[in-house]
């Protein structure tokens, strides 16, 4: 089993990077040439992904180390064009690993398509139909996907609400459907439009809307950990880590940034494996305001130890079937760099992230600021953008974080002092 608890990653060069993953993770030749980008994806897959496709649009993917997730170490796939990210979240997950890593759950693989019903004369009386009709209902949905049920998914019940809106009254059926491995909108959105006809005859009303609901509160992803008081740098930073927390549970305004960070981390690995981050992210915030209020996706407690406990839950629809999940070269292989056998082992690995990258922006907010670690990272895309080559770089960014002046120009001007060998000058 590969050991995840890496130091100094972050310190080699790609190549050396590169080659680690490859050599841990069995990594063949073309699978490391895809990484390098030395085989191209190619532009028809790209075309065959979406319409009037021109290009490619490269987003870096980077390895975040030091994730033990229910007792195994797994290198998590990032990808993601904001600095930091990656060495925040493997920051993080150095200080659970001590502490036993991450624990996780998932309430269950069950994704709700909805059915719109609308010009009923007599909604409540054709919602009893509805349900007198269950069995009905399930067995046209399940005969639009054998797979799914030989697999032992497939629609398994339904919840039927009525809704009174300003001007009218309609009917909703939830169908609910156990997707399995896969993330589910096709096989949702082909079982609503299939059983529409027949919804139509029972209720004698007329239905519009067919469609997968993105507020996937039957596919709770849940992700637990402890992270040492003494790593973290002590009781007063945990003390305000918590505090931190308190701000985000109580204020809608801080709870949208401290979600947006989580996000940060789970849209990475999302976008890594070939899943729908909009989908993923639609259904975090909504769940975040389930209560009535906006809050916090995760909870901060001190245990009795009095290090640091967190944990996080919510909605996780990704898959490792289907979509791009398959059809992408990189998200094949991002999934192999989890080496994850389930859509249930995924949703928990990438709340896990969640959970961590949530830890590392508090940890930095509360003790040194965000900006700090920011600069070093921000510097270095200056210089890239500057002209700077491989071997200057490290040079420009150390020069400029100790003059704490990381601007364009002054990262331009140090770029040609040092290309014109002088160094060190301001
Ligand atoms: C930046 O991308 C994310 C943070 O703003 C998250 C937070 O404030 O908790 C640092």
Not at 48 to 68: D, H, Q, R, Y
Not at 273 to 288: P, Q
Not at 300 to 322: C, F, K, R, T, Y
Request: with cysteine; charged share 20%.
């Amino acid at each position: 089993m590969a050991i995840s608890r890496v130091s100094g990653f972050f310190k080699l060069s790609v190549e050396e990077r590169l080659n680690f993953i490859t050599n841990e993770l069995k990594f063949n030749e073309e699978e490391k040439n895809l990484l390098l980008g030395l085989t191209p994806f190619p532009i028809k897959t790209a075309s065959s992904m979406i319409e009037n496709a021109v290009g490619l649009m490269p987003i870096p993917l980077g390895i975040a180390t030091n994730f033990k997730i229910n007792g195994k170490d797994r290198f998590i796939p990032m990808a993601t064009e904001e600095p930091s990210v990656v060495a925040a979240a493997s920051n993080a997950a150095k200080a659970a690993y001590e502490k036993g890593g991450f624990f996780t759950s998932l309430s269950g693989s069950i994704m709700r398509g909805q059915i719109q019903v609308l010009d009923i004369a007599d909604p409540y009386a054709a919602m009893a139909r509805i349900y007198e009709k269950k069995d009905k209902i399930l067995e046209i949905c399940n005969a639009k996907d054998p797979t799914l049920t030989s697999l032992g998914g497939g629609a398994i019940d339904i919840e039927v609400n009525v809704i009174k809106a300003t001007n009218q009254s309609m009917l909703v059926i939830h169908l609910l459907v156990d997707t399995r491995d896969a993330m589910g909108a096709n096989a949702v959105n082909t079982m609503a439009e299939a059983v529409a006809p027949f919804i139509e005859t029972v209720t004698s009303g007329r239905v519009v809307l067919r469609i997968i609901s993105n507020l996937a509160d039957r596919r709770l992803a849940r992700a637990r950990a402890v992270f040492s008081a003494e790593q973290l740098g002590g009781t007063a930073i945990v003390k305000n880590i918590v505090s931190a927390f308190e701000f985000a549970e109580y204020d809608p305004y801080r709870a949208v940034t401290h979600n947006k960070g989580i996000m940060n981390g789970i849209s990475a690995v999302v976008l890594a494996t070939g899943n729908d981050t909009r989908a993923v992210e639609a259904g975090a915030h909504a769940y975040a305001s389930v209560s009535g209020r906006y809050r916090s996706l995760t909870k901060w407690e001190i245990n009795q130890d009095g290090d640091l406990s967190g944990s996080i839950e919510l909605p996780m629809a990704v898959g490792i079937v289907g979509g791009a999940t398959k059809s992408h070269p990189i998200a094949r292989l991002a999934l192999k760099v989890l080496d994850i056998n389930s859509a249930e082992d995924l949703a928990g690995s990438i709340a896990a992230v969640g959970l961590a990258q949530n830890l590392a922006a508090m940890r930095a907010l509360a003790a040194e600021g965000i900006q700090k670690g920011h600069m070093a990272l921000h510097a270095r895309n200056l210089a890239m953008m500057a002209g700077a080559n491989e071997n200057e770089i490290d040079q420009i960014v150390q020069q400029a974080v100790k003059e704490k002046d990381v601007r364009y120009d002054r990262i331009l001007d140090l770029t040609k002092q040092i290309q014109m060998g002088v160094v060190n000058g301001k």
